[in-house]
């Protein structure tokens, strides 16, 4: 079973900066799709970030953009999430994901196969 170990997480204050890293393990093959999601307390599970390794193409939700940044590691199946000016709004469990290909979800393409346990992020004022 592939197995994605997620970390980076942790404290900063308001406007400061964190990287998340995740790696896969137990593969052979190539995870084309990752990305990142989040659930703050009370709240749904948001995408945050995805990446196609194939054509290199990202997405990111709009809240975001132009301040958090995806890529790829250079380990295969390994991927980043520069996330800068954060904000308390960006308070959440940050969970990796990543398939063999992306899955068209809510209008969107993310993977959804395999799931990290999660890494938190708490941003104060």
């Known amino acids: 079973q592939v197995q994605l170990a997620e970390s980076g997480g942790g404290s900063v204050q308001a406007g400061g900066s964190l990287r998340l890293s995740c790696a896969a393990s137990r593969t052979t093959y190539s995870l084309n799709c990752m990305g990142w999601f989040r659930r703050a307390p009370g709240k749904e599970r948001e995408a945050v970030a995805r990446i196609s390794s194939g054509s290199g193409s990202t997405w990111y939700r709009e809240s975001v953009k132009g301040r958090f940044t995806i890529s790829q590691g250079n380990a295969k199946n390994s991927v980043y999430l520069q996330m800068n000016s954060l904000k308390p709004e960006d308070t959440a469990m940050y969970y990796c994901?990543?398939?063999?290909?992306?899955?068209?979800?809510?209008?969107?393409?993310?993977?959804?196969?395999?799931w990290g346990q999660g890494t938190q992020v708490t941003v104060s004022l």
């Open positions: 994901a990543a398939d063999i290909a992306c899955t068209r979800m809510f209008g969107l393409l993310l993977p959804d196969r395999y």
